[in-house]
């Protein structure tokens, strides 16, 4: 089957760095997105990984390693709005497979 | 303002009572699709739609239909809802899918409750 693994609940202080996992298991993979929902909210884009390494965007970096089916969200210099549900996603060319989210909870 | 809109936001129906959820999107975006959002379940795919007349299935697609007559709307259509159709639902749209991105604009989203 296809599908997206990534932890439930992640817990972090201000300030801190936080990494998020996401395995992935699907068919006709072109890359992997990151987004986020606050509170069931509209979700919001944060980042895409098309090829194999690093993306940068101001706080938050996403990882991609296609060879280990993984990849990474990472979160830096955490501020209390960050406390929100993560999503992984499989793009495959048409078809979006999401992960079933990451409540990250920021505590002061 | 670029934006997905959905409408309605919220809605409170019977079952077997055709319904039809509309979005429309105003940046000319060639693709357009459909999730349905569970406790539990993350975001599910209903329905993308590459271009205007051309749809395909997504994971969960029974207990649903979609049209795609014109870039800017994408309307979702339950011919028959059933309570297990209650869920918060979502459009988004990209540019398409060539681009690659991976980018995906969603509306504000709407609660459907099927008694």
Same mark, same amino acid.
């Given at each position: 089957g296809q599908s997206l693994e990534q932890p439930s609940e992640v817990t972090a202080v201000e300030g801190a760095i936080v990494q998020i996992n996401c395995t992935y298991q699907t068919s006709g993979f072109y890359g992997l997105s990151w987004y986020q929902q606050h509170d069931g909210g509209a979700p919001t884009f944060l980042s895409y990984n098309g090829l194999d390494g690093l993306e940068e965007t101001g706080r938050f970096s996403s990882f991609l390693s296609r060879s280990d089916s993984y990849g990474y969200l990472l979160l830096q210099?955490?501020?209390?709005?960050?406390s929100a549900s993560y999503f992984c996603a499989s793009n495959q060319g048409g078809k979006l497979i999401f992960g079933q989210g990451t409540e990250l909870s920021v505590k002061p | 303002e670029a934006q997905v809109t959905q409408n309605p936001r919220y809605l409170i129906t019977v079952t077997g009572k055709k319904l039809t959820v509309t979005c429309s999107q105003n940046?000319?975006?060639?693709y357009m699709s459909w999730y349905r959002q569970d406790p539990g379940l993350g975001l599910r795919q209903i329905y993308y739609s590459m271009n205007v007349e051309v749809t395909d299935k997504g994971d969960v697609p029974e207990g649903y239909k979609v049209s795609? /007559?014109? /870039?800017r709307n994408f309307p979702l259509i339950l011919e028959s809802p059933s309570p297990n159709q209650t869920s918060l639902y979502f459009c988004a749209s990209s540019p *398409?899918? *060539?681009?690659?991105? *991976?980018e995906l604009f969603f509306g504000e989203g709407s609660r459907l409750t099927v008694l």
């Open positions: 210099e955490l501020q209390m709005k960050d | 940046m000319n975006h060639e795609r /007559k014109e /870039k *398409g899918w *060539g681009a690659n991105t *991976g």
